[in-house]
């Protein structure tokens, strides 16, 4: 009996060498393939791939069953970052994507995204669809290379993708303003796209860890602190203007101040609203996931424009900004996505937009981030990860789920809790504004809890609650 594999919040990741294997992988691919087929009758496969232990390898396995099954198939000749990959099923008007690529996850992962044929993420209807056929797949041969034939072609990405940013900002001002921008690559697949980028004017841009490093470098590739701790201590040295920060597959992103402050995801959301509305005179609903910013209603608010809190994860952020046609959408590890672009994450498209940023508004980054807390108040936000034992995941998810559920609580860190939304974990909105969520990952053996308040204080605060209600604690 082969495994399940079961899709999280976008794709399936799995351990490699454990459930990440090339059998796996070709269920996979034979499962996505016959999901594309069922959309054409000549459909065209994107496959991309990260800089993850043999994922180029991986990739190449994918394209092969692809091909195997008569699906033509365009494979990248570089790794490249997820959103790149989905804006080539847009430029090339093809059926789907598989990316091979386990995002922000430790290097013991490895993992495929599968994209639509908007680029977007599998919905929750796609991988309805995806799931079953995979897991009805017993084994699927190793595919014989020398017959892909015309079906496979490797293919460089970069030109179409370069010249769809570019019309989403303006390149030219940036590389003339003589900005210094640091971008931390974080030994991901982003490396070498802002630098080409931006490279021929007076804009300089420094890569930090823009090698290949299969163990990342012993770090997590996601762009918060303290996985970002050398760009901060770099930043804080002086003389550079922002760093962008982009994880292991460069969709999400991080962002540093010219002082080396680290600008939270909650306040790089409401950033991009103030400069999509103020700067861009872009005006029109935003979406966020529960575990986004209140600041968003605030400004929306403000700009008398609707904001829509969905689930976690692009696939219920995507399908909200087409259907209501967004202006952004974003959720708070880091993934924003802009309308006109693809309706999903990009961090590189994101970076360059706060340079841009700093550009129009002749203002350092610091200024500008006091700029938003004078006009919504301060906000402090702060997230725990609890890790569990893999073995003993699934009994503990569901005692802490049901803990919650049979005994809610009316009050949090002596805060009146005002309402509860439980379709995404446990959120409690609080009498005071502030809020806090518990969700539990469906692809490791992870709890988070998030929270939102007017400062530090108050946030550790209700983090420490709810854990004390679940008994418990994140480690220091």
């Given at each position: 009996?082969?495994?399940?594999?079961?899709?999280?919040?976008?794709?399936?990741?799995?351990?490699?060498?454990?459930?990440?294997?090339f059998?796996?992988?070709?269920?996979?691919?034979?499962?996505?393939?016959?999901?594309?087929?069922?959309?054409?009758q000549?459909?065209?496969?994107?496959?991309?791939?990260?800089?993850?232990?043999?994922?180029?390898?991986?990739?190449?396995?994918?394209?092969?069953?692809?091909?195997?099954?008569?699906?033509?198939?365009?494979?990248?000749?570089?790794?490249?970052?997820?959103?790149?990959?989905?804006?080539?099923?847009?430029?090339?008007?093809?059926?789907?994507?598989?990316?091979?690529?386990?995002?922000?996850?430790?290097?013991?992962?490895?993992?495929?995204?599968?994209?639509?044929?908007?680029?977007?993420?599998?919905?929750?209807?796609?991988?309805?669809?995806?799931?079953?056929?995979?897991?009805?797949?017993?084994?699927?041969?190793?595919?014989?290379?020398?017959?892909?034939?015309?079906?496979?072609?490797?293919?460089?990405?970069?030109?179409?993708?370069?010249?769809?940013?570019?019309?989403?900002?303006?390149?030219?001002a940036?590389?003339?303003?003589?900005?210094?921008?640091?971008?931390?690559?974080?030994?991901?697949?982003?490396?070498g796209?802002?630098?080409?980028?931006?490279?021929?004017?007076?804009?300089?841009?420094?890569?930090?860890?823009?090698?290949?490093?299969?163990?990342?470098?012993?770090?997590?590739?996601?762009?918060?602190?303290?996985?970002?701790?050398?760009?901060?201590?770099?930043?804080?040295g002086?003389?550079?203007?922002?760093?962008?920060?982009?994880?292991?597959?460069?969709?999400?992103?991080?962002?540093?101040?010219?002082?080396?402050?680290?600008?939270?995801?909650?306040?790089?959301?409401?950033l991009?609203?103030?400069?999509?509305?103020?700067?861009?005179?872009?005006?029109?609903?935003?979406?966020?996931?529960?575990?986004?910013?209140?600041?968003?209603?605030?400004?929306?608010?403000?700009?008398?424009?609707?904001?829509?809190?969905?689930?976690?994860?692009?696939k219920?952020?995507?399908?909200?900004?087409?259907?209501?046609?967004?202006?952004?959408?974003?959720?708070?590890?880091?993934?924003?996505?802009?309308?006109?672009?693809?309706?999903?994450?990009?961090?590189?498209?994101?970076?360059?937009?706060?340079?841009?940023?700093?550009?129009?508004?002749?203002?350092?980054?610091?200024?500008?981030?006091?700029?938003l807390?004078?006009?919504?108040?301060?906000?402090?936000?702060?997230?725990?990860?609890?890790?569990?034992?893999?073995?003993?995941?699934?009994?503990?998810?569901?005692?802490?789920?049901?803990?919650?559920?049979?005994?809610?609580?009316?009050?949090?860190?002596?805060?009146?809790?005002?309402?509860?939304?439980?379709?995404?974990?446990?959120?409690?909105?609080?009498?005071?504004?502030?809020?806090?969520?518990?969700?539990?990952?469906?692809t490791?053996?992870?709890?988070?809890?998030?929270?939102?308040?007017?400062?530090?204080?108050?946030?550790?605060?209700?983090?420490?609650?709810?854990?004390?209600?679940?008994?418990?604690?994140?480690?220091a």
């Amino acid at each position: 009996m082969s495994e399940k594999i079961t899709f999280g919040t976008d794709g399936w990741r799995g351990v490699i060498a454990d459930d990440f294997t090339f059998a796996n992988v070709r269920r996979v691919a034979q499962g996505s393939a016959e999901y594309m087929k069922s959309q054409s009758q000549d459909p065209l496969a994107v496959v991309g791939y990260d800089c993850r232990f043999a994922s180029e390898d991986f990739a190449r396995t994918v394209a092969d069953v692809f091909a195997a099954s008569g699906v033509r198939t365009l494979i990248f000749d570089r790794p490249s970052p997820t959103q790149v990959a989905s804006w080539t099923v847009i430029d090339r008007k093809a059926t789907g994507a598989a990316v091979v690529t386990a995002s922000h996850n430790p290097y013991l992962f490895n993992g495929i995204k599968y994209k639509t044929e908007t680029g977007s993420s599998a919905s929750t209807e796609v991988i309805a669809e995806l799931e079953p056929r995979i897991n009805a797949i017993e084994a699927v041969p190793v595919p014989d290379m020398s017959s892909s034939g015309d079906l496979v072609s490797v293919y460089d990405p970069r030109a179409p993708y370069y010249a769809q940013v570019g019309r989403m900002v303006d390149l030219n001002a940036i590389r003339s303003a003589g900005l210094r921008i640091v971008h931390e690559t974080m030994y991901g697949s982003g490396f070498g796209y802002i630098k080409e980028l931006l490279d021929g004017g007076r804009t300089s841009v420094v890569e930090l860890h823009n090698e290949r490093n299969a163990w990342f470098g012993g770090m997590n590739p996601e762009p918060i602190p303290p996985n970002i701790d050398a760009a901060i201590a770099h930043m804080r040295g002086g003389g550079q203007d922002l760093c962008i920060c982009t994880d292991g597959d460069a969709d999400r992103v991080g962002i540093i101040d010219e002082t080396g402050r680290f600008i939270n995801q909650l306040q790089v959301f409401a950033l991009l609203m103030l400069y999509l509305f103020d700067v861009r005179q872009i005006t029109g609903p935003v979406v966020k996931t529960v575990n986004m910013t209140s600041m968003a209603e605030k400004l929306g608010a403000e700009f008398g424009v609707p904001v829509y809190e969905v689930p976690v994860g692009f696939k219920n952020v995507a399908p909200k900004m087409m259907e209501t046609n967004a202006v952004l959408g974003g959720e708070e590890s880091g993934g924003f996505a802009i309308r006109g672009h693809i309706p999903e994450r990009d961090g590189i498209l994101v970076g360059l937009l706060f340079a841009d940023m700093i550009v129009k508004l002749r203002q350092p980054l610091s200024q500008i981030l006091a700029g938003l807390e004078k006009r919504v108040g301060p906000h402090a936000y702060a997230r725990h990860d609890i890790h569990l034992n893999r073995e003993t995941y699934e009994q503990d998810r569901v005692r802490i789920l049901r803990t919650l559920e049979s005994h809610e609580p009316s009050e949090i860190a002596g805060v009146k809790v005002e309402r509860i939304r439980s379709d995404d974990g446990f959120k409690f909105y609080l009498a005071d504004g502030s809020w806090v969520l518990l969700r539990t990952s469906g692809t490791e053996p992870l709890v988070r809890i998030y929270s939102e308040a007017a400062d530090k204080v108050a946030v550790e605060a209700r983090l420490g609650a709810l854990e004390d209600i679940i008994g418990l604690r994140a480690h220091a």
